[in-house]
């Protein structure tokens, strides 16, 4: 059982660049996130989805778009990278998006912009 | 801003010995959770209390909630060199659907 995938693992861009993460869970969940992770800043939500066909801004959604592409997948794009996004992103997914469900992670993406 | 602040923001130990660790939060909720982090990894989640809970157990893990202070305490009883790790609270500020953490306590338990 895989949980949480994300891809890729690692991954350097150019100022200017765009790129695309990936995300995938096999636990037929309704709800999926994206958190970027900084020294310091905890974990801070990005965007969200609480169900299929449905994507939220979270706190720090500037810069990024997400795509709900199916029940299993959730992606996040940066179209213009910049070094301010620079950070390590992790996706998770809930049975449902209420405060009583747990939260399951993926394993991160570092991602470094230059 | 954060909902959750946790504190200590580090904490080494020996061995064998409890590990505290408190996170304040601003507004009202109805549960708070505590999760894991191995560095380089992902979250972990260790236990839920909800808001009509004032303490819970799990293991060697004991937490408190006290909704009028708006704090809660994680404490790791007779802690492990594998209890190495960072800790965040996480709360849902106006439901859920916006789950935030906590900046968290790293902890750093020595053999």
């Known amino acids: 059982n895989a949980g949480v995938t994300q891809t890729p693992k690692f991954q350097v861009l150019k100022t200017g660049q765009s790129m695309t993460l990936q995300c995938a869970q096999d636990m037929n969940h309704n709800s999926m996130y994206w958190y970027r992770q900084d020294p310091g800043m905890g974990l801070r939500l990005i965007y969200y989805s609480a169900s299929e066909g449905t994507t939220d801004k979270g706190e720090v959604p500037n810069g990024y778009n997400v795509s709900r592409l199916n029940k299993r997948e959730f992606s996040l794009r940066l179209e213009s990278a910049a070094p301010s996004q620079t950070s390590v992103y992790f996706c998770?997914?809930?049975?449902?998006?209420?405060?009583?469900?747990?939260?399951?992670f993926g394993e991160g993406s570092w991602l470094t912009v230059v | 801003s954060q909902q959750g602040e946790e504190d200590p923001q580090a904490l080494s130990i020996q061995e064998g010995e409890n590990a505290t660790m408190n996170c304040s939060y601003k507004t009202s909720i109805n549960n708070l959770q505590w999760y894991r982090q191995n560095s380089g990894r992902g979250l972990v989640h260790l236990i839920l209390?909800?808001?009509?809970?004032r303490e819970k157990h799990s293991g060697r893990l004991r937490v408190t909630l006290d909704t009028s202070k708006k704090s809660s305490s994680l404490l790791i009883t007779a802690s492990r060199a594998a209890d190495t790790a960072s800790y965040f609270c996480a709360t849902a500020p106006g439901g859920f659907q916006k789950l935030v953490f906590g900046t968290g306590t790293r902890l750093l338990v020595s053999p």
């Open positions: 998770a997914s809930s049975e449902q998006a209420n405060s009583g469900n747990t939260i399951y």
């Open positions: 209390i909800r808001s009509n809970e």
